[in-house]
């Protein structure tokens, strides 16, 4: 029945010969994108054991877009996951993803499928529906600490409203209002996050965004994430729910380092999360609350020769720290990234990452992860 459902929605669109007879501003459009690669992981467990795993990985993503007028428009898209290691394949359509992080290799579902409206002259836009929110410091190795929808091959998703809007002075103001499921969410909700409590079906996030150059500085946003009863502060087997407050600031800027186009992109974020589960409930072994703080910066190097860059990424992200989509929680990161750009359309990406935990058990050994890929991009 949920392949079912998924090819009734691609087969309403007209196909090509009607989409042709009808008026330019009414045409569907199509579109997709591919990514795919190899990908290696070689880890040492808190025990001391040590596990590899390889696979080749990929993600399929097609769309299909209608404009109404020149403000309105309607759009879905269709996304998959695929693995040599995946165990059988799933497709459905429903509110909440089968894993904490997203959409599980196998898996088909809508990322997208919203009516969307956009006023002229740059003013205010609306999404309702199923939409991507993507806020991430900019770089080769470009990550986010809130709100990053589907970075790499994941598949995330957002159900709710996205009001954004000119407020003056080149900012711009963001209001998410996101429907949460019982049962989980489209987007990261790391544990002990639960959204089981009737009062924790609306997660709200504002932020002021700014795009407008100042100098070098051609980024920054400020925002706040609030997600009512939704925390289990002493593990998810307690009755207790507290609400889930965080603040997120992020700055980046660019210098151009010569006139064939070399340009240094480099920024930093930090972010704060208020209430923050115990040491126990996030299994770290510390006494007292799990630490709040996440923070991360960046630096990239555009065009070292036409169409190669490079950057580089460290971050540290707190036990209490649940919902970033490119970071774990209680971990340090270091990442090192080569983008080779042949067009607008492709690229081809190469990435190291270390990832070792923050705290941990007494008696225990610090988990770490050393982890590879390359993979490929391409729009279509």
């Not at 010969?17 to 591919?34: C, E, I």
């Not at 599980?104 to 609306?126: C, H, K, M, Q, S």
């Not at 199923?130 to 994941?154: E, I």
């Not at 800027?253 to 930093?268: D, F, H, M, N, Q």
């Amino acid at each position: 029945m949920a392949y079912a459902a998924i090819l009734l929605s691609a087969l309403c669109a007209p196909g090509p010969a009607a989409a042709q007879s009808r008026p330019a501003d009414s045409a569907w459009t199509f579109g997709g994108d591919l990514r795919g690669g190899y990908f290696a992981t070689q880890q040492k467990a808190r025990d001391g054991s040590r596990s590899d795993t390889d696979a080749f990985n990929a993600r399929l993503r097609m769309s299909m877009q209608r404009a109404f007028n020149d403000r309105w428009t309607l759009r879905t898209r269709v996304a998959g996951r695929f693995s040599s290691a995946q165990d059988g394949s799933r497709a459905y359509l429903r509110g909440y993803a089968p894993t904490r992080t997203g959409a599980a290799f196998g898996d088909v579902t809508l990322d997208e499928a919203y009516i969307g409206y956009a006023a002229p002259d740059n003013g205010l836009r609306l999404k309702v529906g199923r939409f991507q929110t993507q806020f991430a410091l900019p770089g080769v190795p470009s990550k986010g600490l809130d709100r990053n929808d589907s970075p790499n091959t994941d598949v995330n998703w957002t159900d709710g409203v996205h009001l954004d809007m000119p407020v003056g002075g080149g900012w711009r103001g963001h209001l998410v209002a996101e429907h949460r499921h019982a049962r989980g969410s489209g987007g990261v909700a790391r544990a002990p996050l639960d959204f089981s409590e009737s009062g924790s079906r609306i997660s709200m996030f504002t932020g002021l965004q700014n795009t407008t150059r100042w100098g070098p500085v051609d980024h920054r946003m400020v925002s706040v994430a609030w997600m009512p009863d939704s925390l289990a502060r002493d593990g998810l087997s307690r009755p207790a729910r507290e609400d889930y407050l965080t603040v997120n600031a992020r700055v980046s800027a660019t210098w151009p380092l010569r006139e064939s186009g070399l340009r240094l992109v480099a920024g930093a974020e930090a972010g704060y999360a208020f209430n923050t589960p115990t040491g126990s409930a996030v299994r770290t072994g510390q006494a007292g609350d799990s630490d709040g703080l996440a923070w991360q910066a960046a630096a990239s190097l555009y065009d070292i020769a036409p169409g190669h860059h490079l950057g580089v990424a460290y971050g540290r992200t707190g036990a209490g720290w649940l919902i970033s989509p490119d970071f774990r929680n209680n971990d340090e990161l270091v990442e090192i990234r080569y983008q080779r750009r042949f067009s607008k359309s492709t690229s081809m990406e190469a990435r190291l990452r270390e990832r070792r935990e923050l705290e941990h058990p007494a008696g225990t050994r610090a988990r770490v992860d050393h982890d590879l890929y390359v993979r490929v991009s391409h729009r279509f």
